[in-house]
């Protein structure tokens, strides 16, 4: 089946997705259940960011059913499963504190670090102004838990809060469509800016090779299963030509 596979130009199609990666946005995560961590992954992925930062506090540990305080390599395999796989094509880092992960994302270089919260004074994210250029900055996105939303020491932490209007009796979100509506608002505005934000070179040669190849230069999964099907499909149809093949031969 592997050659079948080649032809399909699956190390074009990766390198292809590198290129388009952002390294201008990011999204960090505290305290958040990972179905929908899994739901995250496969917007974010969809979407050109390549990166989630977890932070799992250890008090929140009994509420999360125990995925918090899983090792790296068990929480990959959870999310693996659970986001059909997008999370095999991303970087995972996971904090103890916001401390470590504001400095971490200090230590790379983002400008401004975005809590989203429905709490006042916070900013429409449709809001369009010189003063609000949250978008087209380096800039990580924060969102919480569905619960208890971000915490009192990450929002203090943060450069900028933003909300998302809501007109209905609920004004509530579900966190995963919270990241959607404004991961695709901050990709909407960087694209119409013209902002380009690949990583380098030598970033994107680090990235496949350490993230998104395994031993022996063999891509972890294919996701796109129509894909798979054709290979599937060219490869059964080049067997069976193969079996008459030999048949006719004999006869």
Known sequence: LL???????ISERIASVVKQRRSGLTIVLEDVRKENVALIARTAEALGVGTLHCIYSPHMHAHLRGFGELTASSKAAQLSKISRSATDWMRIESYQSVESCVQALRHASFET???????????????ESINNDWALRKTALCFGSEGNGISSELLQAADLWLRIPQRGMSQSL?????????LAEATRRRDKAGISDSLSDEAQTHLIADVLLLEGGIPPRLHNKAHIKHAMRDYKATFKCEIRHEESNLS
């Open 113 to 127: 670090i975005v809590a989203t919260t429905p709490s006042t004074p916070s900013t429409d994210i449709y809001e």
């Open 174 to 182: 579900n966190v995963a469509a919270s990241v959607a509506i404004i």
């Open 3 to 9: 050659p079948h596979l080649n032809s399909l130009q």
